[in-house]
């Protein structure tokens, strides 16, 4: 099987601009919980047009708190179509889970239809992001948001895309008990957080330097 990272990195060595697109609810969006500090776009924005040099890239983010992935769908137009971009990134799941066991088909059926959508449109390069790992004490989502983890995974592989595993990265923490560190509340990253997920996403897409202003940030 063919490596789903290799189109993106013809593409960047092909390209002097780019279009770069995230998507998804308020972890994406960087709401409130960032404090003022820059969020894991943010900070993926200063990696790629500041430190790789890429000036001319444009990086957007559409995405919106309290979104699903029914959100993007019925939002499509405008926060993904209009932009064409050229890689898609996308995290959502966190708020879908609250649905529980019997909503993971639904929300399966549902990304498989985004990710067609986008591609009748045009034909980006698909970054599927599974969500980050969060506290016990949300009970809502904290039972289900495994299976919902492993769902993007598997629409990750059935349609091609490229996989950044948040979830699978957070685990050292979870494991460790100090996943706290990483929260602003039960759900949502902190400034650390937020690192944390710039380096797991730049990594995964061969774009991390762990000696540059970004990759030094501190993560606990």
Same mark, same amino acid.
């Given at each position: 099987m063919s490596d789903p990272l290799h189109p993106l990195v013809a593409l960047i060595n092909q390209n002097d601009r780019l279009r770069w697109l995230f998507a998804g609810d308020s972890i994406t969006q960087g709401a409130l919980h960032t404090m003022g500090w820059r969020d894991y776009t943010e900070l993926f924005a200063e990696r790629t047009r500041w430190e790789m040099q890429r000036m001319r890239d444009c990086v957007i983010n559409t995405a919106v708190s309290g979104w699903r992935v029914s959100s993007i769908l019925h939002d499509l137009q405008w926060s993904i179509l209009q932009h064409r971009p050229d890689v898609l990134l996308v995290n959502i799941g966190m708020n879908d889970c609250v649905a529980g066991l019997t909503g993971v088909a639904e929300f399966q059926h549902l990304y498989l239809e985004l990710i067609q959508r986008v591609r009748e449109k045009s034909d980006p390069i698909i970054v599927i992001q599974t969500p980050n790992q969060i506290l016990p004490s949300d009970a809502l989502r904290a039972p289900h948001l495994p299976d919902y983890a492993n769902a993007a995974r598997t629409i990750a592989q059935q349609t091609g895309s490229i996989v950044i595993d948040h979830f699978q990265a957070w685990e050292p923490w979870h494991g460790g008990g100090t996943?706290?560190?990483?929260?602003?509340?039960?759900?949502?990253?902190?400034?650390?957080?937020? $690192?944390?997920?710039? $380096?797991?996403?730049?990594s995964g897409l061969g774009m991390w330097d762990g000696l540059s202003r970004v990759g030094r940030l501190f993560v606990p």
């Open positions: 996943l706290a560190l990483l929260l602003s509340d039960a759900l949502h990253p902190n400034e650390c957080g937020h $690192r944390l997920m710039a $380096r797991t996403l730049l």
